[in-house]
């Protein structure tokens, strides 16, 4: 029996994948995805990379205070001759202080910036924005359902304002 589909067909490569017996040497219950093949927890890649940057954040810490506080004849003594000047200990680490504080202020003052004035029109109106239909009355539970639900629009301060402080009275 001759098959309608070439040699090279994705189809002639799926019908051998069928008809393949697989061969497995454990259990086939279903296990739940992230565990492994004898049943213990496999972690996720970004615990691996979590721990290990934090091992790493540990180790380079360490070493920058043992670089920083350190006397030179101490590291001499232990065979380091080579390494930055103690300038940089206090220099590197105010700087990024002071590029984090700055970038910080430069972020606040362009979003004021990009922020139209509390006056402006442009806060309560845009060109996505509905006028909602005229407010009547607050209908009854029999009207509630028997209505369509209304499309989405804005509501107004005016209105608003009239909802929320219509029943109040001076006391």
């Not at 300038?87 to 922020?115: K, Q």
């Not at 845009?126 to 629009?153: N, Y």
Request: aromatic residues 14%; hydrophobic residues 40%; charged residues 20%.
């Amino acid at each position: 029996m001759e098959e309608r589909c070439s040699v090279n067909s994705p189809r002639r490569i799926l019908s051998f994948s069928k008809n393949r017996k697989t061969n497995s040497s454990f259990n086939d219950n279903k296990q739940s995805a992230g565990f492994g093949v004898s049943g213990e927890q496999v972690p996720k890649l970004s615990e691996v990379y979590g721990f290990v940057g934090s091992i790493t954040t540990v180790v380079f810490t360490a070493i920058f205070l043992i670089w920083a506080y350190i006397p030179d004849n101490w590291l001499h003594s232990v065979g380091i001759y080579y390494y930055p000047s103690r300038y940089w200990a206090l220099v590197v680490p105010t700087y990024l202080m002071v590029s984090v504080a700055l970038a910080i202020v430069f972020y606040i003052g362009i979003n004021f910036m990009s922020t139209p004035p509390p006056t402006s029109f442009n806060i309560m109106f845009d060109e996505f924005s509905r006028e909602p239909e005229p407010f009547t009355s607050i209908p009854s539970t029999e009207e509630i359902d028997e209505q369509p639900i209304k499309p989405i629009s804005d509501i107004g301060i005016d209105q608003v304002n009239k909802i929320m402080f219509r029943n109040t009275k001076a006391s």
